[in-house]
């Protein structure tokens, strides 16, 4: 299977990659799957996780987005409210091809927290002319805005894309190995085989459009105020911490060179996952639960490196996304399938790699960075509170970021040499995630989602 970085990082909106970036994805082909065929109802069901969390996650709004034909790349996110709420005053909801249909959200949205065989993450969807049925399909939403549908499921078709690299790695152990022989940084390796797809120029100037929508949702996280939508009355903190940081206060003992760089670490990424939990435009980085991790690291790099380039965001970029591939081939990056580990575990490793790589880290300390960052996430479960990717999501990419830094320090302070390998770290973390219990992966029915609000 051959995945590209630029399906690991794409722009997309909040809150949540496998529950909103997915289902409106999906959503969107079966409505054009159509084509002209006369419609006159959608019938929605939402199954398993994305029922159980999909309120709190935005998943009816994002299937509706679909319906009308929106992609999360190209949709204005102030637009959402404006249009569902036409739809509640009775307006019809515009097919892609022109077609109209009548469509309540309370009615025509079914929710059912009942898993499917394949993936907890299900979307089932009816066209109806009357009351015959026209289509039917059956999505699974994979996470990180990966999604296939019932035909491929039960093909075992899980969307592979066959296309021939010229250095195809399914291991950290194969990685290694042909940077070795070849005598390439895992940098190079990684835009060798993305010339599979494109040229030099567009990947170069992807990857820092790419970063370019990373720091326009870190400075529009800095600016935003208030609370974020949802209920729980969480205030958002990364203005205020700007702030601070920008004018400290007499009173304030800064230590430039520790504490202010942790909290500088810290800032960016709140700022980013505010964004997510509020529904913002962002990067899946390899999801949008785990979005401010890479984009927090690689600021901070560039923040505190006064020799930093383009050239550097490009490998970072690059070095980040072999690790996230890596995790999505041999695990999950899905929290509903294997726990918060898949998202911001994956994400702490990639961040960790990006950044041994351009502190001048040799392939083996770059796997050791990935190593470390993922191995002190094992076991993390998926557990927000109110269904919502606010509590514990967002300050949990915070604490992420440190440690990536840390990882990649570690690493870079030995030779590379480890005693467990990324290899068999992906496996535990696949492992752990096949026997942890359901109600830690993305139902809001364990851990902090049922201890922080009881009476």
Not at 5 to 10: A, E, N, P, S, T
Not at 39 to 54: F, H, M, P
Not at 104 to 109: A, L, P, T, Y
Request: proline share 4%; glycine share 10%.
């Amino acid at each position: 299977m051959a995945i590209s970085v630029f399906d690991l990082f794409r722009i997309g909106i909040g809150p949540s990659s496998s529950h909103t970036v997915g289902p409106m994805r999906a959503a969107r082909d079966f409505v054009l799957s159509l084509g002209d065929a006369p419609v006159t109802a959608i019938k929605v069901t939402l199954r398993g996780s994305l029922a159980a969390t999909g309120k709190g996650h935005g998943t009816d709004r994002a299937v509706v987005m679909g319906l009308m034909g929106e992609t999360p790349e190209a949709l204005n996110p102030d637009d959402i409210d404006v249009r569902l709420q036409a739809l509640e005053r009775g307006a019809p909801l515009e097919l892609p091809h022109g077609q109209t249909v009548a469509f309540s959200m309370g009615e025509h949205i079914a929710w059912d927290d009942n898993c499917l065989a394949f993936h907890p993450n299900a979307l089932q969807l009816v066209a109806l002319n009357g009351e015959q049925e026209v289509a039917r399909n059956t999505y699974y939403s994979l996470g990180g805005g990966f999604y296939i549908d019932q035909a491929q499921a039960q093909a075992g078709d899980i969307g592979e894309d066959t296309t021939p690299l010229p250095y195809p790695f399914d291991s950290a152990a194969e990685l290694l190995a042909r940077c070795n022989t070849h005598g390439l940084s895992i940098s190079q390796l990684m835009l060798e085989n993305e010339k599979a797809w494109r040229d030099e120029t567009d990947i170069r100037q992807g990857l820092l459009t790419l970063w370019a929508a990373m720091r326009d949702s870190i400075n529009n996280g800095l600016h935003a105020r208030g609370h974020l939508p949802g209920g729980l009355g969480v205030r958002r903190r990364a203005h205020e911490l700007h702030q601070r940081l920008l004018h400290p206060a007499d009173n304030e003992r800064v230590i430039v060179s520790t504490f202010s760089a942790m909290d500088w670490v810290n800032l960016f990424a709140l700022a980013v996952n505010e964004e997510n939990a509020a529904g913002r435009r962002m990067v899946t980085a390899p999801t949008n639960g785990a979005a401010g991790i890479v984009p927090a690291v690689l600021a901070y790099y560039l923040k505190f490196e006064p020799d930093a380039s383009d050239d550097d965001v490009v490998d970072f970029l690059l070095t980040a996304g072999a690790i996230g591939i890596l995790c999505k081939k041999n695990a999950s990056i899905s929290g509903a399938e294997v726990g918060c580990q898949g998202e911001v575990g994956s994400a702490c490793a990639m961040a960790a790699a990006g950044l041994a790589q351009v502190l001048g880290g040799v392939p083996a300390q770059v796997e050791n960075a990935a190593e470390i960052g993922l191995e002190h996430n094992l076991g993390l479960t998926c557990d927000p509170v109110g269904g919502l990717v606010q509590v514990p999501c967002i300050e949990r990419n915070a604490i992420a970021s440190v440690k990536a830094i840390n990882a990649a320090r570690m690493a870079l302070n030995g030779d590379g040499e480890h005693f467990v390998s990324l290899d068999k770290v992906i496996r535990t973390m696949r492992d752990t995630g096949r026997d942890m219990q359901d109600k830690y992966k993305e139902t809001s029915k364990g851990g902090l989602a049922v201890n922080a609000i009881e009476c």
